[in-house]
């Protein structure tokens, strides 16, 4: 009898997609631009060629400015979007594949921007119960369910309350537990504290991160907050529908010239940090927290005090300035940011 023996496409491995959580290749999205009256009228890309893995477990953070595709990359990740052109695999389930439809759905639970739009119940445990009862989980399960996901969320004691009683962060933390509740292996959040005071996006990135780390669910962030992303694995940057930097969140956020290119801030401390350095204090360029700058600081201060006492010349100058060397670095990068501008 012939055996027969079916490769995976070039490019790919059937293996490392089975690896992978998320892994993308050559992504593609074109959205139609219509007229008036509803005719075509031609296309607008807005993901072109996105590369991109996610491991099982992970905490991933996508950054980008307005309009730079991260809300386009974030509906392909549970097939609310399908691909004008290249592959997403969603737990080895490509998502042009009909039949995987629903369980990718399952697998990988999306939370949007505005809770409102989610939350469907008048009574919070209801409302966490709806995915599951849907689908025809046993009543007994959907109970069990509800409880652990409103614990998960910190919310199990406002599970009789209405929604409409709740805070925003509140409200989009019941979001999070509606997902949790259908038990999948990835939560992708779109923007989800963009309508949220900072209290309420402090909640919500905590619930996230605690679900990450307890729990091992892979969190997809979405954000233009750059200080939710500090604690993630990896960050991708996009800009123009393409991936334009990745890496560890010190490697991005220590790139400060280059996410200012990209139109995007760095988390505050870091650019308080930057602009120290700048002003003739030798700090590392990595500082994510105030834990850390206080650290540098006060390592600083220590290590000028010994040159002092041996008789050398401090580093930095303090309240006297900075070097000749510093400042010609500095009116070397100011000039060269000014004919960037220019350009």
């Known amino acids: 009898m012939q055996k027969i023996i079916i490769l995976p496409a070039r490019g790919e491995c059937a293996g490392d997609r089975r690896m992978s959580m998320i892994k993308i290749q050559k992504l593609i999205h074109d959205y139609i631009k219509r007229d008036d009256e509803g005719n075509a009228a031609g296309t607008v890309r807005?993901?072109?060629?996105?590369?991109?893995?996610v491991k099982p477990g992970q905490f991933i953070a996508v950054l980008g400015h307005n309009g730079s595709g991260k809300s386009t990359l974030a509906k392909h990740l549970n097939a609310l979007l399908f691909p004008t052109e290249g592959t997403v695999w969603v737990d080895g389930m490509d998502t042009k594949d009909g039949a995987n439809l629903w369980e990718i759905r399952r697998e990988a639970g999306m939370v949007f921007q505005n809770p409102d739009n989610q939350i469907i119940a008048q009574v919070v445990e209801?409302?966490?119960?709806?995915?599951?009862?849907?689908?025809?989980?046993?009543?007994?399960?959907?109970?069990?369910r509800v409880e652990e996901s409103l614990k998960a969320v910190g919310m199990l004691e406002h599970r009789k309350k209405s929604p409409n009683r709740l805070s925003g962060g509140q409200k989009q933390r019941v979001s999070i537990a509606g997902v949790i509740a259908m038990e999948p292996k990835c939560i992708i959040l779109d923007e989800p504290t963009a309508m949220l005071d900072p209290n309420g996006r402090k909640e919500v990135i905590k619930?996230?991160?605690?679900?990450?780390?307890e729990k091992g669910i892979t969190v997809i962030l979405i954000t233009h907050y750059m200080e939710e992303a500090i604690d993630a694995d990896l960050i991708f940057v996009m800009d123009k529908g393409e991936i334009a930097m990745q890496g560890t969140p010190r490697e991005i956020f220590s790139q400060v010239k280059r996410m200012k290119e990209l139109q995007l801030d760095v988390p505050q401390v870091t650019l308080l940090a930057y602009e120290l350095r700048?002003?003739?204090?030798?700090?590392?360029?990595?500082?994510?927290t105030k834990e850390e700058l206080v650290d540098a600081l006060l390592g600083s201060k220590t290590e000028e005090g010994k040159e002092a006492e041996e008789g050398k010349e401090p580093k930095s100058a303090g309240t006297?300035?900075?070097d000749k060397e510093t400042v010609k670095e500095t009116d070397k990068e100011e000039e060269e940011a000014g004919n960037g501008d220019q350009g």
Do not use: C, Q, Y
């Not at 209801?126 to 069990?144: L, Q, S």
């Not at 700048?278 to 994510?288: E, F, Q, R, V």
């Open 46 to 53: 807005a993901i072109d060629g996105v590369d991109l893995e």
């Open 126 to 144: 209801e409302d966490v119960g709806f995915g599951p009862e849907n689908i025809g989980v046993p009543t007994e399960e959907i109970w069990k």
């Open 207 to 213: 619930a996230a991160m605690k679900l990450n780390r």
């Open 278 to 288: 700048k002003a003739g204090l030798h700090l590392p360029a990595s500082i994510l």
């Open 320 to 322: 006297a300035g900075p």
